[in-house]
Each structure stands twice: as C-alpha cells, then as structure tokens.
C-alpha cells in the first residue's frame, strides 16, 4: 500500500518560512518524479515545484521561484519543500504527489499516480 505522508503545514506571517516534508512508503521511491502541488480557496490544484527522480532536475511555478526550494533524499524516501519569504497567496493545502516519468505532462495532476492527504499553509498578512 503506498503512502506519502506530508507534515511541516501551519500558520505564518508573511515574509516567513516554512519546511514542508513528504514521506513515502509501499513504492520504489526514486522510480518516481515527485511534485508538490496545492489548492487555495476556491482555486484549482497547481503545480508548484517538481523534481526528477534523482533530484537532479528541479522545476518552478513562476509564482514561487526563487522563493521555494524543493529537495529529495531517495535513501530516506523523502522530499522536502522549503517555502520562503512567504506571501498571504501562498495560502493553500499542499500536497506531494508521485509520478511516474512519462507518464502524462508533470504540470497537470491526473500525470500524477499517488497523493498525500496535504498539509495547510496559511500565511497572515
């Protein structure tokens, strides 16, 4: 049974950080892209950082970089998105998800195989 467990969500003030990690079990981790999508209110799900199967090709929602770092480490099974100098529109779930290399365009969530639950991101203003 596969399982990405995400954790590191909360409430910050703008301008603050956050580290958002992902764990997975039950799937051969570095046969996966990981992604981190999320969904604000009354918004859809969008893709804010992906990263390849061995963490050597990392890519951006304009809206986040140079602000979000994504990292993974396959012997821990994790990925890990670090958020700063966060904005009141970052609010959102955020979710990390598993996909298999081509399979589908990494942008749109159904090329996406496994989720997690998410984790809540509110930044006050």
């Known amino acids: 049974q596969v399982q990405l467990v995400e954790s590191g969500g909360g409430l910050v003030q703008a301008g603050g950080s956050l580290r958002l990690s992902c764990v997975a079990s039950?799937?051969?981790?570095?046969?996966?892209?990981m992604g981190w999508f999320r969904q604000g209110p009354g918004k859809e799900r969008e893709l804010v950082a992906y990263?390849?199967?061995?963490?050597?090709?990392?890519d951006y929602a304009d809206s986040v970089k140079d602000r979000f770092t994504l990292s993974r480490d396959n012997a821990k099974n994790t990925v890990e998105l670090r958020a700063n100098m966060l904005k009141p529109e970052d609010t959102a779930v955020y979710y990390c998800?598993?996909?298999?290399?081509?399979?589908?365009?990494?942008?749109?969530?159904?090329?996406?195989?496994?989720w997690g639950q998410g984790t809540q991101v509110t930044v006050s203003s």
């Open positions: 039950g799937l051969i981790f570095e046969d996966y892209g």
């Open positions: 998800a598993a996909r298999k290399p081509g399979n589908g365009n990494l942008w749109t969530a159904n090329a996406y195989s496994f």
């Open positions: 990263t390849n199967v061995m963490g050597t090709v990392t």
